[in-house]
């Protein structure tokens, strides 16, 4: 005689093809939030980062051309003055600093600080899927009604919306925070906002991302980082322009970038 009815055998047989459906499913969805920072495989992308006051006046900005390109592979070129030809490549789970006056490329972490709370994987990374392995945590306000507003992130917390909870486990070793709880649109499946967690699982940050438009074809135009300090000052990085863009292979390489330190 069979110990579980037939009602009880349907719904463990349902939940057991639910699992991997579900997987299937957040990782659609995570794939989603990246198109609104990563257009292409290849691409240049013009950014601006911003270091903001409390009141909300300028501290400091910086200039960077990022080079993102396929199999997790970037160079950042410095453009302002004050750091004019220093150069960040980054190989999977390697990054290098290049200086314009050495020819020995320096190995750094994803977590080396360019201005503010903006390092160097916020700067050369666009993309979770692929790095993170995703869980769906459920769905709610995007919103906790915890964050300290200021005027700078007070653009992004202006519209009340609904939003699924992903959370975003480090796949590999070389990624720039361990953890990422992470708010996408319902709807449209946009990213909204995110916690982002260091290796001792301490919250390093929050991000709070910016669209350019409400309607189809929306991108990222803005992410803003908000110390978990709470010092009051915000970090923008402002995706100024994007254009698909395949650099030469030895642009790559951190020996040739230190030999050759004019690319462009």
């Known amino acids: 005689m069979n110990p579980f009815p037939p009602i009880a055998l349907a719904a463990c047989a349902a939940a057991l093809v639910s699992l991997p459906a579900q997987a299937q499913d957040v990782n659609a969805l995570v794939k989603a939030a990246d198109q609104y920072r990563m257009t292409a495989d290849n691409l240049q992308v013009e ?12 501290n400091k900005e910086r ?22 030809g220093q150069k960040v490549l980054m190989l999977g789970d390697d990054f290098w600093l290049l200086m314009p006056n050495s020819q020995r490329p320096v190995r750094i972490t994803p977590m080396q600080k360019l201005l503010g709370d903006a390092s160097t994987g916020d700067i050369a990374t666009l993309s979770w ?12 306000a995007c919103q906790s009604g915890e964050e300290k507003q200021t005027k700078i992130v007070s653009i992004a917390l202006s519209e009340t919306k609904q939003c699924y909870h992903v ?5 590999r070793k070389g990624v720039t925070y361990q953890r990422i709880e992470l708010w996408v649109g319902k709807q449209r499946h946009e990213p909204v906002r995110a916690e982002l967690y260091v290796q001792s699982d301490k919250l ?18 803005d992410m803003l980082l908000v110390d978990s300090l709470a010092n009051q000052k915000v970090t923008r990085i402002s995706y100024l322009g994007r254009k698909p863009r395949t650099v030469p292979t030895e642009w790559l390489n951190p020996m040739f970038l230190a030999r050759n330190p004019a690319l462009e």
Do not use: I
């Open 129 to 140: 899927s692929g790095d993170y392995a995703a869980t769906l945590q459920g769905e709610g």
């Open 63 to 84: 200039r960077y051309t990022v080079f993102a390109q396929a199999g997790r592979q970037s160079l950042v070129l410095m453009q302002s003055p004050a750091e004019k």
């Open 204 to 221: 390093a940050k929050q991000a709070h991302f910016v669209l350019d438009k409400a309607g189809p074809g929306a991108l990222v135009s």
């Open 167 to 171: 959370s975003l486990s480090a796949s």
């Open 47 to 58: 950014t601006q980062v911003q270091l903001f006051n409390a009141d909300g006046s300028l």
